[in-house]
Nanobody, 126 residues
Framework: QVQLVESGGGTVEVGGSLRLSCATSGYTWRSACFAWFRQAPGKDREGVAAASAGGRLTTYNNAVKGRFTISQDNSQQVVYLQMTNLKPDDTATYFC???????????????????WGQGTQVTVSS
């Protein structure tokens, strides 16, 4: 049974940093790939960052490019989202997502994700 469990959310001031973690289980790690999405109150869910299998290729939402970094610990099977220079517009629930096929590229297309975590709340206070 596959599972994605996010952690690391919280409240931070503008300009601060947070690192989100997504603990994964049940995946054939070398052939799976992972992404982060977010949903702010009253808005649609949007892609934030994604990686290909092994984290070799990455892609980012333009709104976070240069501030957020997706990475993964292949030995611990954990996916991270390092967030720096946080802004009020980054306030949202952040979700970890997984794909189990066609992981030779990274994508932020939601319909291509196979599994989702429950989310972790990030609040940026001004």
């Amino acid at each position: 049974q596959v599972q994605l469990v996010e952690s690391g959310g919280g409240t931070v001031e503008v300009g601060g940093s947070l690192r989100l973690s997504c603990a994964t289980s049940g995946y054939t790690w070398r052939s799976a790939c992972f992404a982060w999405f977010r949903q702010a109150p009253g808005k649609d869910r949007e892609g934030v960052a994604a990686a290909s299998a092994g984290g070799r290729l990455t892609t980012y939402n333009n709104a976070v490019k240069g501030r957020f970094t997706i990475s993964q610990d292949n030995s611990q099977q954990v996916v991270y989202l390092q967030m720096t220079n946080l802004k009020p517009d980054d306030t949202a629930t952040y979700f970890c997502a997984a794909r189990v096929e066609q992981c030779n590229f990274a994508t932020l297309i939601q319909s291509w994700q196979h599994h989702w975590g429950q989310g972790t709340q990030v609040t940026v206070s001004s």
